[in-house]
């Protein structure tokens, strides 16, 4: 429905570069990417109000590329969400509408699921100047829905609200997308916010577009060390593929002198035997192996000396030596409840366990 063909952008010393991005009907796409990596810039330029150096925009088989913002049919939710300070808060919604000069029953009928679904009529006669940051954003969300647009895009819209705030709206965002099938874009930083809410995932670094998947597989399989890292990964270490079979590989660890056993998996198809490679896993999908149960089959399974504990309410962060060749440093994230069952302490032994089936391979 909605595809981005070839664009680049030029700005001063930044380049933005997207080869090729598409968005299909009813699907919510999150870019994310850290501050300053582009991704205001690349809404701008489908908004139109920013002029591409090349390529094109097209909406439902359409180039949009030569027409203003007002006649791509897209519906904006700033930063700042912008409401009209003199206009109630439903009159804040209803604006759209209005500037199209006719609105039918079917349109009202639309507009009062909208505010039902956001939980927002109690507001509809308040001056937008007092409420608060996340009733300002949900009655700007109402606002872009009202008028059923092709696409909605929402720049960073959690960033300017408090946490309570955040949660709430992002879950209205989320029941606004599920319930009315509304094809919206957003970018954020929050990795977070991004898997929870995209049906697909692009991640955006440095002014280029790199990845682009359904999100479950962007979370599992970055495709390079810098987007994992970008993506939360503590644990990310080089190795070169020593074997491969249709069910395994063997991998060389050469930071800790030893070898680990992952899964074969389609990505897996990317590299061949003697590549050098990153492999990574995440600190939350690391084991940490009662002392006291046999290791049965498991793989990849170290000696590790624990030194720090890190209490964030109910996950424990830890820091970890694997006592290997030569030793290396890995963090583990594990639930409260779970670390008294392994018996977990700082300057203590532990046994840890790198399950195959979630250590990925990247470039």
């Known amino acids: 429905m909605i595809e981005l ?4 952008l030029s700005r001063g010393e930044f ?6 991005l598409a968005i299909s009907e009813g699907e919510c796409h999150v870019i994310v990417g850290p501050t300053g990596s582009g991704k205001t810039l690349l809404l701008e ?3 139109g109000l920013k002029k591409q150096d090349s390529g094109s925009v097209m909406i439902s088989g359409a180039d949009v590329s030569g027409l203003p913002p007002s006649r791509r049919k897209i519906s904006y939710v700033p930063q700042d969400v912008c409401l009209f300070p003199h206009m109630s808060a439903g009159g804040n919604v209803r604006y759209g509408l209005t500037i199209k000069g006719a609105c039918s029953a079917e349109d009202e009928k639309f507009v009062e699921r909208i505010v039902d679904i956001l939980g927002i009529a109690h507001l509809s006669s308040r001056n937008p100047l007092t409420l608060s940051g996340g009733e300002k954003q949900r009655v700007a969300l109402a606002r872009a829905l009202a008028t059923r647009p092709a696409l909605m895009i929402l720049d960073e819209p959690f960033s300017a609200i408090d946490a309570c705030a955040r949660e ?9 997308h599920e319930e009315l099938g509304a094809t919206m874009l957003l ?4 990795f977070g916010e991004a898997f929870f809410l ?4 692009s991640v955006m670094l440095d002014g280029k577009v790199l990845q682009t998947g359904f999100a479950e597989e962007v979370y599992r399989h970055p495709l390079t060390s810098e987007i994992a890292a970008f993506l939360g990964v503590k644990n990310l270490f080089r ?3 020593l074997s491969m079979s249709e069910e395994e590989i063997v991998i060389d660890w050469p930071e800790s002198g030893r070898r680990i056993v992952t899964r ?9 035997t003697g590549d050098d490679i990153f492999w990574g896993i995440r600190s939350d999908e690391i084991n940490i192996l009662h002392p006291e149960r046999p290791l049965s089959d498991k793989k990849n399974v170290f000696s590790a000396r624990v030194e720090k504990i890190i209490h964030r309410g109910k996950i424990l962060t830890s820091s970890a030596v694997i006592e290997a060749q030569n030793p290396v440093r890995i963090e583990i994230e594990i639930h409260h409840a779970a670390a008294r069952r392994v018996r977990l302490a700082e300057n203590s032994s532990a046994t840890v366990s790198l399950n195959p089936d979630w250590i990925f391979m990247c470039l």
């Open 5 to 8: 063909r070839d664009i680049s």
């Open 15 to 20: 380049s933005l570069s997207c080869p090729a």
């Open 45 to 47: 330029t489908i908004l």
């Open 168 to 176: 709430e709206t992002t879950m209205a965002v989320k029941r606004l």
């Open 187 to 190: 970018v954020t930083h929050d």
């Open 198 to 201: 995209g049906n697909r995932v």
């Open 239 to 241: 190795g070169k593929i």
């Open 264 to 272: 074969c998996t389609c990505k897996s198809k990317m590299f061949k």
